[in-house]
């Protein structure tokens, strides 16, 4: 009974927290135009997508952004993260600190700063804006998926390797970036689920036609009822969700390594009480 | 034993405060096993990693064969290093870690595969190459290390308390291993240690350092027979270390209240001096039999000797003896001229436990 009613309250939940969004993805196969009434299965909003030209440019934006600030965001936010553990530790924890500051920053907040900021430089706004928007605040997120690793590094490692023969950048790359790998790929992908789904600083930092999807659903949920929502919202959900399914099996599987290790570790133990009472008989 | 292979002039290193090294000579010789010995902080392994290019030194040459190499990076000089928790490279395999120098040195495949493959049996790891390094034992895992260091044919092979992390039965048996390739390979060994005993097993020149200062250069035997003054008495071996000894004249010197002949002279009259004798160096007689009397206070076997403790009229005597004693007997003590080694009066700094042994 306990056990069932423990299975229920989780159900609950998943269903108060995925239900509109299920709602969402079954009507965008719905035959009909209507919100409410459910009239056969059609995939013609999808069609449709396809076909709108504006939605396919927009889907060109956001994923051309998604691609190129998540790349630079990653190669900017590790050697941010490998500077900063350089640094002399009041120094690492006041950068530190700071870093986190625009991920907790409502985006409200960060797009208009980064409007402002904008039109100070004299940047026009539209797609280099946007760009440069989302590699802001993709970077931290890098950083903080990259310290992390960098505290478990072997620094000795990057010796050994210049020691062998390798130049210091030879080194770092057969080295250093191979231990902080599963970081880097994480804080990238997350970078990109974020530039992906993001909407409020977008708004803010671009101009002209440049639009992303998000910004597309916005507008045509203004203009009134239109299928097609559905179906880009189906669509950017099941994008976002892949992309965050693949980081936390990533992380799953680095537990589990990591475990594993522990295991070798536990053995090792075990081997050395092993010769101890060897030596003691 | 040839010529000069490295040299190092008046070497120092600050880091902030803290002087690490503070005026260092040494010159070691070509196909000797030397070892830098002292307690944690002393500056051995700051000295090793200024000859390996690990650190620059504010001050001083570093030399290789005569030619100054202070600003030749680390990857340019014809040393290699085992360092002190291997630092394996642990997403690749054990062959590709051994494989690692000669690959950046652009050797064809062929004769890197053969490579690998002499120097794992060399360290006695034939047949590992395909191992995952995380699998592998700390003994083994120390292994692949000099294997990955030797393959490279290094000049200078620089090891930094390689054995440090293994138990004793492992650590017995690499030093063996250890002695066995150094006369193999006929490189180079420069050797960074806290333990006098794997120095004097190990070493043909020991250099005994503290505060960043050598305090004795010399063979195992001369640092264990004559130390030069009370700190490597102390750290090599166990030793009766007699402060308030005064040397009445050339020849003749009181410990604890009674007058000793020896042989040291050159200290002139009534000085106050520091005397050391070796636990072994302690003869007990019948207390009629000499003139210092002490009272046992604690008799422990310790397997190859008995270790008793003899109260002095000033000093607690550490003596090894073959033969038992009883507690509470009063005993003779005597020492032979010979095994009374008379130093300068220096006020001793003994490192607490804790920094005397390193982890």
Redesign the interface.
């Known amino acids: 009974m306990k056990k069932l009613l423990k299975k229920l309250y989780i159900f609950l939940i998943l269903l108060f927290l995925y239900a509109p969004i299920i709602v969402l993805i079954v009507y965008s196969f719905n035959a009909s135009k209507s919100r409410a009434v459910w009239q056969g299965f059609s995939l013609t909003w999808y069609q449709q997508l396809f076909t709108d030209s504006k939605i396919l440019s927009a889907l060109e934006t956001t994923f051309l952004i998604a691609l190129i600030a998540s790349v630079v965001a990653t190669v900017l936010g590790t050697f941010a993260a490998m500077g900063m553990m350089k640094m002399k530790k009041k120094t690492f924890e006041t950068v530190r600190t700071i870093t986190y500051i625009p991920v907790l920053n409502p985006d409200i907040v960060t797009g208009v700063s980064l409007m402002m900021l904008f039109a100070f430089i004299g940047i026009e706004l539209g797609f280099v804006s946007m760009l440069l928007a989302h590699i802001t605040f993709c970077t931290p997120y890098v950083i903080i998926s990259v310290l992390p690793k960098l505290y478990q590094l072997?620094m000795?490692?990057y010796?050994?390797?210049?020691?062998?023969?390798?130049?210091?950048f030879?080194?770092l790359r057969?080295?250093i970036i191979?231990?902080l790998m599963p970081g880097i790929v994480t804080g990238f992908l997350l970078s990109f689920t974020l530039s992906v789904d993001d909407f409020v600083i977008s708004y803010f930092t671009t101009g002209g036609h440049v639009e992303n999807l998000s910004m597309i659903v916005f507008s045509m949920a203004r203009k009134g009822v239109n299928p097609k929502i559905n179906a880009v919202s189906a669509l950017l959900f099941v994008t976002v969700m892949i992309l965050l399914l693949i980081v936390n099996k990533r992380e799953l599987s680095s537990k589990k390594h990591a475990a594993k290790?522990k295991d070798?570790l536990l053995n090792?133990e075990k081997?050395?009480i092993k010769?101890?009472r060897?030596?003691g008989k | 034993m040839g010529k000069k292979i490295i040299e190092l002039k008046n070497i120092y290193k600050r880091f902030g405060d803290f002087t690490a090294i503070d005026g260092i000579n040494l010159y070691i010789n070509e196909g000797e096993f030397l070892t830098l010995l002292g307690p944690s902080g002393c500056g051995k392994t700051t000295t090793l990693r200024i000859i390996g290019g690990f650190e620059q030194p504010d001050e001083g040459d570093v030399l290789f064969e005569g030619v100054r190499i202070n600003d030749v990076p680390a990857h340019k000089r014809p040393l290699n290093t085992v360092f002190q928790k291997y630092a394996l490279f642990p997403h690749l395999t054990v062959g590709e870690n051994v494989a690692f120098g000669p690959t950046i040195r652009k050797i064809s495949p062929d004769i890197i595969q053969k490579d690998v493959k002499k120097y794992l049996e060399i360290v006695n790891l034939e047949g590992y190459e395909d191992r995952d390094v995380s699998t592998l034992s700390g003994g083994q895992q120390q292994r692949v290390a000099i294997a990955r260091a030797l393959i490279n044919k290094p000049r200078v092979l620089l090891l930094d308390e390689p054995l440090g992390a293994l138990d004793l039965k492992l650590r017995k048996d690499m030093q063996d291993e250890l002695k066995t390739m150094h006369k193999d390979v006929g490189i180079t060994f420069v050797y960074v240690t806290h333990d006098q005993e794997e120095a004097l097993t190990l070493s043909d020149t020991v250099v005994v350092m503290n505060n960043g200062r050598i305090l004795q250069i010399g063979t195992p035997v001369d640092i264990y027979n004559e130390p030069n003054n009370a700190f490597v008495a102390y750290f090599i071996g166990e030793s009766n270390i007699i402060h308030n000894s005064i040397m009445v004249k050339d020849k003749l010197v009181n410990i604890d209240g009674v007058d000793f002949n020896c042989v040291d002279t050159g200290f002139g009259q009534n000085t106050p001096v520091d005397v050391v004798v070796r636990p072994e160096d302690v003869v007990l007689v019948p207390a009629d039999k000499a003139d210092l009397k002490g009272i046992v206070t604690l008799v422990t076997f310790k397997g190859v000797h008995y270790e008793i403790w003899v109260e002095g009229p000033t000093f607690e005597w550490k003596v090894h003896s073959t033969l038992p004693q009883t507690v509470g007997d009063e005993l003779g003590i005597t020492v032979d001229p010979y095994n009374i080694h008379v130093m300068k009066h220096e006020p001793l700094e003994i490192p607490s436990e804790e920094t005397a042994v390193e982890v």
């Open positions: 072997d000795s490692v010796e050994a390797a210049q020691d062998l023969g390798a130049k210091p030879y080194a057969k080295t191979p231990q290790n070798t090792r081997q050395i010769y101890r060897n030596e």
